[in-house]
């Protein structure tokens, strides 16, 4: 599973189809955190020849809000609607599948293509 969408780096340069895939998902069920690295690649063909990223980007969700992001997820506790224990296995979703619906909802990725 991975996400694709076009991209432009911070040295201007911009990257069609970029190959998106979640690397590392962390989640704290206590203090009702997770963290999301997220690994980018020019394209699959790169990330399957093992090629180094051209960017890294993490995500945290710390109950309602999301670091990173101008993201206040319209109301509703981010944490508890994505990555509870309860909703994981109410979805029968693992936590990588989870973090993908998550990020399809924030602005960066609404236009992303899942691949």
Do not use: C, H, R, W
């Not at 998902?25 to 090629?51: Q, R």
């Not at 960017?55 to 609607?81: A, C, M, Q, R």
């Amino acid at each position: 599973m991975a996400l694709s969408i076009d991209i432009i780096l911070d040295n201007g340069i911009e990257i069609k189809n970029s190959y998106i895939v979640v690397n590392t998902v962390s989640i704290k069920k206590e203090s009702k955190y997770t963290m999301i690295k997220l690994l980018f690649y020019k394209d699959k063909d790169s990330k399957d020849a093992n090629m180094k990223p051209i960017n890294t980007k993490y995500y945290e969700i710390n109950g309602l809000y999301v670091s990173g992001t101008n993201t206040k997820n319209k109301g509703d506790f981010t944490f508890d609607k994505y990555f509870s224990i309860d909703v994981l296995n109410k979805l029968n979703n693992n936590s990588i599948k989870q973090s993908y619906n998550y990020l399809k909802t924030l602005d960066e990725f609404i236009n992303s293509t899942d691949i």
